[in-house]
């Protein structure tokens, strides 16, 4: 469903948006947490809490990484000929 008919490294830029979507969302709940609870929290849970994103969030994000870099890719690269194989 999600082949175009590329190599089969076309979807390393799916695997960027997954690595980038997984440390962006650990330093934003680690951020959060640090200026709401500020002192109040210990830095092992932040660190466990960001840790735990950052192992979790690619293993759930990467059905919607691959659909998102081959959106981006239908945008600036429009179905040719071939790439849709029968």
């Not at 695997?15 to 002192?39: P, R």
């Amino acid at each position: 469903m999600f082949e175009r008919g590329e190599a089969h490294d076309f979807f390393i830029g799916a695997y960027l948006i997954n690595l980038v979507v997984a440390e962006l969302s650990a330093v934003l709940v680690a951020a959060v947490m640090w200026i709401t609870l500020g002192s109040r929290v210990s830095f092992n849970v932040l660190w466990g809490a960001s840790m735990l994103l950052a192992v979790i969030m690619p293993i759930i994000f990467y059905p919607f990484s691959r659909g998102l870099w081959l959106a981006f890719d239908l945008y600036f690269r429009p179905s040719e000929r071939g790439d849709v194989q029968e």
